[in-house]
């Protein structure tokens, strides 16, 4: 490969989060902000606001009232909470890109839905990771994969079609020197978005080698297996199987809710 783009590619420029969002994130973790500093800021972002509310009315969060605004969700959810429903509705708009890679970026948003679906539903069966955390780390997991069809869409497009779970680290490796892994690690420390996402991002291929939040990448591992398995937003993979991760006897009311739950987040991301 043209030594050229492969410097390209380690040095890409990380395209930038959406600024509303990250102006949420600092909100939060500044002790003095109110509820109403929160709520006054989104409101001036009007297409996330409603992002926000469709999914925190999904049945993921399980409330027996619908939340009819933003200043409610943030007295219900908690600001950490809503947080991670602002930066999960803004990060649709990364996965927009140019005709050559619409398809393939097209494929890894439904992919990463179809995770950050099942992650969160995993994560409502414990009390070791909150749902919004699974969602988002589900939906980032593999955002490092932007960066490659930015740089090199069609080296990398090539690799996707032969790659699999077990084998797509070390292809990209051997291919380009990094993974995408490692680029989405540099995204999610240039957003300034909180620290567990770098690790569901950085090992979801390796869960036991997480640093400080094992159960969390845990979680995002099995529901990046399940979601192929399950052909959510993409083909399953029968050549997948991450021994970490897999679950041969996935639970078929775990499906069927996932399935559900995954076409109604799907309208409410991106309409």
């Known amino acids: 490969m043209n030594g050229t783009l492969i410097d390209q590619l380690h040095n890409a420029e990380i395209k930038p989060f959406p600024t509303a969002a990250l102006k949420i994130v600092e909100m939060v973790k500044d002790p003095s902000t109110r509820p ?13 606001a409603v992002r926000v509310l469709r999914v925190a009315n999904s049945p993921l ?7 009819g605004s933003i200043d409610q969700a943030v007295v219900v959810l908690g600001n950490n909470a809503v947080r991670d429903l602002v930066v999960t509705a803004a990060a649709a ?5 140019d005709s050559e890679t619409a398809a393939g970026r097209e494929g ?13 539903l995993l994560a409502a069966d414990t009390t070791d990771v909150p749902v919004n955390e699974a969602f988002l780390a589900g939906m980032l997991h593999d955002v490092g994969k932007l960066i490659f069809y930015d740089v090199v869409p069609s080296e990398y497009t ?8 077990d084998s797509i680290i070390a292809m990209e490796s051997d291919r380009f020197g990094i993974t995408h892994q490692e680029i989405g690690e540099r995204c999610i420390e240039e957003w300034g978005l909180p620290d567990v996402l770098c690790d569901a991002v950085s090992f979801h291929h390796a869960p036991d080698d997480a640093l400080c939040a094992p159960k969390l990448v845990e979680i995002v591992a099995r529901a ?3 979601a192929r398995e399950w052909q959510l937003g993409g083909d399953a993979d029968s050549t997948e199987h991450d021994s970490d991760a897999a679950a041969s006897d996935a639970d078929a009311e775990l499906k069927m809710r996932a399935m559900s739950e995954f076409e109604q987040l799907r309208k409410a991301c991106k309409s």
Not at 61 to 67: A, P, T
Not at 158 to 165: K, R, S
């Open 61 to 67: 969060y399980g409330f027996s009232r619908k939340i």
């Open 36 to 48: 109403s500093d929160i709520t006054q800021q989104i409101s001036f972002e009007p297409s996330i």
């Open 108 to 120: 890894l948003w439904l992919h990463s839905l179809g995770c950050a679906t099942v992650a969160a």
């Open 158 to 165: 090539q690799i996707e079609t032969v790659a699999n779970a």
């Open 93 to 97: 708009d990364l996965f927009e890109g």
């Open 224 to 226: 990046n297996y399940l």
